[in-house]
């Protein structure tokens, strides 16, 4: 290949690359902006409310945001590779009832957690094929899946909670378990989150994972493969979101088939809040985790300052929104 024949494909990368290091600098001030917001509410809760800065709150906050942060981590590189996964609640709850159902069927519960984990990735292949082979959108094909394994777990139920008390303390520890008076949830929970934001900033394989989101034809032109991209991806997330699933099911030692619904709403608003763009090719893990926490202290305000359940829904959505909105903006200009 001539000089002159390479010259637009080396354009194009260029164009990419500036337009990954402009989301850098984007990115980089969001997650800045979260901070200082999320230590502005906290200081403000100390004098709205005496319970907020107690160890039981602050511990209930972590709690909550911990499992559900091992999704947001899947969620945001799938954002980036210019995805979405509407069905993550359901896998949630698919891992907990496959693990929950073969463990009442006599298989010990550490195999039946492998297999429910094993069984959420592949849902994720499954969307993944639909999407990279058959052509269709993640958001059409995840919507789906949404509704059929939700349906799964309430058929594999027949409705009814599975009632899993009987499980070893070895197991339930994982949830329940403390080391040095921080619950084993918050360790795993970093642990993902440093692992997947080195390698999501180091690895080179990871590093695909941004080309793909920002320019997918630059990217086949230079090698890629972006299908294959896309596909593992999205079995990453899947895989992430039976692995959460897992751990809700030893912390709360039961399977409910409804568990998780809605879960998406705020998977999806943690990481646009930050920073990870609709449009792909931007996003960091750290980000994600500050909107993560910000959801969560939004939430933990609003419980101690009584405010009604359903306008607490209405504030997360008004926010999830405004998220949206800004992204649509800045992905404009940058355009």
């Known amino acids: 290949m001539s000089p002159r024949e390479e010259t637009p494909m080396h354009a194009e990368l260029n164009a990419g690359s500036a337009r990954r290091m402009n989301f850098a600098r984007l990115a980089s001030m969001r997650e800045a902006g979260l901070i200082v917001i999320i230590l502005a ?11 907020f800065l107690t160890w039981g709150n602050l511990r209930a906050m972590m709690m909550s945001f911990s499992i559900e942060g091992i999704v947001v981590v899947g969620m945001t590189i799938l954002l980036i590779v210019g995805g ?4 993550v609640g359901s896998v949630v709850c698919f891992s907990m009832v496959i693990s929950g159902a073969l ?9 039946a957690s492998l297999i429910g984990i ?6 994720g292949a499954i969307m993944g094929f639909f999407v990279t082979v058959i052509g269709l959108s993640h958001f059409i094909t995840s919507l789906a899946a949404m509704v059929i394994v939700r349906g799964l777990c309430l058929i594999i139920t027949k409705g009814t909670p599975l009632s899993l008390f009987s499980l070893p303390d070895s197991f339930k520890a994982i949830g329940q378990g403390s080391f040095h008076n921080i619950p084993y949830v918050i360790l795993i929970f970093l642990v993902v989150v440093i692992v997947f934001d080195f390698l999501l900033r180091r690895a080179t394989a990871f590093r695909k994972v941004f080309y793909t989101g920002s320019n997918q034809k630059a990217a ?3 090698g890629i ?3 294959q991209v896309k596909f593992w991806v999205t079995v990453l997330c899947s895989a992430l979101a039976g692995f959460a699933g897992v751990i809700y099911m030893a912390r709360f030692g039961a399977a409910t088939p409804t568990f998780g619904a809605g879960m998406e709403l705020n998977i999806i608003a943690a990481a646009v809040i930050g920073g990870a763009s609709l449009n792909g090719g931007s996003g960091t893990i750290f980000g994600a985790i500050l909107g993560m926490a ?18 607490q829904e209405m504030i997360k959505g008004c926010i999830l929104l405004a998220a949206v909105s800004i992204d649509h903006f800045l992905h404009r200009k940058k355009s």
């Open 220 to 222: 086949q032109f230079s």
């Open 118 to 123: 094993a069984a959420s990735a592949l849902i």
């Open 103 to 111: 463990f009442l069927a006599g298989i010990d519960p550490w195999t």
């Open 84 to 87: 979405i996964d509407l069905s």
């Open 294 to 311: 910000l959801l969560s202290v939004v939430t933990s305000s609003l419980i101690l300052l009584d405010v009604s359940v359903y306008w």
């Open 225 to 227: 493969k972006t299908n």
């Open 41 to 51: 509410l906290c200081i403000a809760m100390t004098f709205a409310s005496p319970h």
